[in-house]
Nanobody
Framework: QVQLVDSGGGLVQAGGSLRLSCAASGRTAKTYCMGWFRQAPGKEREVVVTISRTDGSTYYADSVKGRFTISRDNAKNTLSLQMISLKFEDTAVYYC?????????????????WGQGTQVTVAS
């Protein structure tokens, strides 16, 4: 089992910044891919960004490219998401997730463990 704890959400004005963090504990040896997903009210959960443990390769959703930056510290089992130039449409609950599959996955069903979520609200 892997436990994930998300943190860092909050209320911010459009154009502002936030940094989300995720701490993983437990059986983290096979946490090959980590990522952030988000779910806005009335919408399906969508991938934001994912990162491979093995080579650090990343996938960013088009909507966040150039504004969001993911980073991970394998030694500390932490994942971060730096968000700048936030927009109203970034408002959602953000979830940290871990997949035991090799490589990168953008499919939420392929993720084995999820954080509890942290609310990000961007005021227009």
């Amino acid at each position: 089992q892997v436990q994930l704890v998300d943190s860092g959400g909050g209320l911010v004005q459009a154009g502002g910044s936030l940094r989300l963090s995720c701490a993983a504990s437990g059986r983290t040896a096979k946490t090959y891919c980590m990522g952030w997903f988000r779910q806005a009210p009335g919408k399906e959960r969508e991938v934001v960004v994912t990162i491979s443990r093995t080579d650090g390769s990343t996938y960013y959703a088009d909507s966040v490219k150039g504004r969001f930056t993911i980073s991970r510290d394998n030694a500390k089992n932490t994942l971060s998401l730096q968000m700048i130039s936030l927009k109203f449409e970034d408002t959602a609950v953000y979830y940290c997730a871990v997949s035991e599959a090799m490589g990168i996955s953008m499919i939420s069903d392929e993720y084995n463990y999820w954080g509890q979520g942290t609310q990000v609200t961007v005021a227009s």
